[in-house]
């Protein structure tokens, strides 16, 4: 099934990687307490390295140049951190220090670094492993600009490291994405925290926080919304249980 969503998409091989990434890690890391009582969430460690430098490395070896990161929770050792990368990517902060503004307003709020070309969105509290093709890259293969204004990462709900929800999206014989129908039913796939974006979603917003959910649900509503399936590890990071069973996983190979 996998298969045939993805060849949907007509990917292109010769299809560059965006220039610039979004990366989310100005959120709260609630759900990673007692961790996050000294640390960011971005930077509480999993299998020996914080969990933004996971995301900088899959950017790196993607061959992604630039990354914008928000800050707000303990945004000065945030930005420490940053400093010691900028050797292999180049960082632009977009700092949240005064309102946390949730993943749709803090793309609203960094919209002057992000250009005018379809940029990348990612989480920075999950953490994944290529398969046959890298993830980004794959993406990016897969972007028809005619037809997408989102293109997500999707992974099977049964392939969902330490996922603990009931999964968020069906996918049409197209790569079209539909939101999980009813409450209380599984939808097939989740969202990995992964995502390409073009920046003429970025239009009509409301002012203060508000989630990226807004800006699906207009391209889901015009038919502008796909998805293509990760082939390889992907890991819902979300609570200290998880760093152990991701870990265990990350271990036996």
């Known amino acids: 099934m996998s298969t045939a969503h993805t060849l949907a998409l007509r990917p292109n091989p010769a299809a560059r990687v965006p220039e610039v990434a979004m990366v989310m890690a100005a959120g709260l ?25 996971h995301v900088f490395d899959r950017l790196r070896s993607a061959g992604v140049p630039r990354a914008v990161v928000n800050v707000h929770y303990m945004a000065d050792a945030l930005e420490a951190h940053l400093r010691s990368r900028v050797h292999d990517i180049a960082i632009d902060v977009s700092d949240e220090r005064t309102q946390l503004m949730e993943t749709g307003g803090g793309l609203m ?9 379809p940029f990348l969105c990612v989480n920075s509290d999950n953490l994944w492993i290529d398969g046959p093709i890298d993830a980004i890259r794959a993406l990016a293969q897969h972007w028809d600009d005619a037809r997408m204004d989102a293109l997500l990462l999707l992974i099977p709900l049964a392939r969902a490291h330490s996922h603990r929800g009931q999964g ?11 939101r999980r ?26 002012a203060g926080p508000f989630s ?23 890991f819902d990071v979300g609570s200290p249980p998880a760093i152990k069973a991701t870990e265990t996983v990350l271990a036996d190979g």
Request: glycine residues 10%; aromatic residues 8%; positive net charge.
């Open 29 to 53: 890391g609630k759900r990673m307490r007692p961790l996050t009582a000294t640390r960011p969430k971005p930077l509480v460690e999993v299998a020996g390295k914080p969990l933004i430098d």
């Open 109 to 117: 709020q960094a919209r002057a670094l992000l250009g005018d070309a």
């Open 168 to 178: 968020d999206f069906h996918l049409d014989p197209f790569g079209r994405i539909t």
């Open 181 to 206: 129908r009813q409450a209380g039913r599984l939808a097939p796939f989740v969202y990995t925290g992964v995502q390409m974006l073009h920046p003429r979603m970025l239009v009509d917003a409301p």
């Open 212 to 234: 990226t959910m807004l800006f699906w649900e207009r391209a889901i509503a015009a038919g502008r919304a796909f998805g293509v399936v990760h082939q390889g590890l992907w």
